[in-house]
């Protein structure tokens, strides 16, 4: 699906933000993680929105929102999600994020306030510590990253996307993850978005998790190998009243390798 486009725009503080709505019924709103945007979600788009009305957008810094230097962290995706809520005047929608689209889902609701029908959590960044490896090399040798000839750039993010997954990607959605970070802007903005991952943003919220009312669902790869069902299992017991569920044969891409799983627990959670 590389005719993948969202249509409408939005000024958040100076910085263009690109989403999309389709369907009809109650709100829904997705929220998508790192290092993917709303392209990733478009199974669950479609499967969802038989029965809502379902809004997506690319989080700042990634798919075809602005990719300009500046803040891409944790810590202003929850204001622009705050204001894109406001824009789109939902009060208690329906929400359901991915890896730090789950984080920013949890920050929005403990940070701003806002108020959700019933919260989703598929594999969310939720739990400290978290952050790779390469993330921690990227944040000290970030310039050298991004200096990197493109070949080896473009090579370096599709090993590095492959291993979100359990089972190998299909060409097709390999290049729908790989080429909104190709390019001058889309390399410095691919290194950025990693140098600025900090636990700091998800510590935050953690200590307040026992606080959520709000009927969450917890959704989780088995085999994810980027953050382990155990920070699943663990995250379930701080959230009171939740639901964990785990999908078997699928990482942490588990929206890519099981998308007709997601839409199955989510629809029987939501319509409950």
Known sequence: MNDWNLSESYNFKGRNVRYGTIGDGPPMVLVHGTPWSSFNLRHLIEGLS????????????????????????????????????????????????????GATTLRVHLLNNRTFEKIILIDPVAVSPWGSPFFRHVNIHETAFTGLPEYIHEAIVRAYV?????????????????????????????????????????????????????????????????????????????????????????????????????????????EA
Request: no cysteine; hydrophobic share 35%; aromatic share 10%.
């Open 50 to 101: 038989r029965e809502y009305k379902v809004y997506f957008f690319d989080l700042l810094g990634y798919g075809q929102s602005s990719k300009e230097e500046g803040d891409v962290s944790l810590g202003v995706q929850n204001e622009l999600l705050n204001d894109l809520l406001d824009h789109w005047k939902l009060d208690n929608p329906m929400i359901v994020g991915h890896d730090f689209g």
């Open 162 to 270: 492959q291993t979100a997954a359990y089972t190998p990607l299909d060409e097709e959605t390999l290049n729908g993850i790989v080429s909104p970070w190709l390019g001058e802007e889309g390399k410095a903005a691919f290194y950025r978005q990693i140098a600025q991952a900090d636990s700091k943003y998800t510590d935050e919220v953690q200590a307040l998790y026992h606080k959520i009312t709000t009927p969450t669902l917890i959704l989780w790869g088995r085999e994810d190998s980027w953050i382990p069902l155990a920070r699943g299992e663990e995250l379930h017991k701080m959230i009171p009243n939740s639901v964990l569920r785990i999908i078997d044969d699928s990482g942490h891409l588990v929206i890519e390798e099981k998308p007709g799983d997601l839409v199955k627990e989510i629809l029987a959670f939501t």
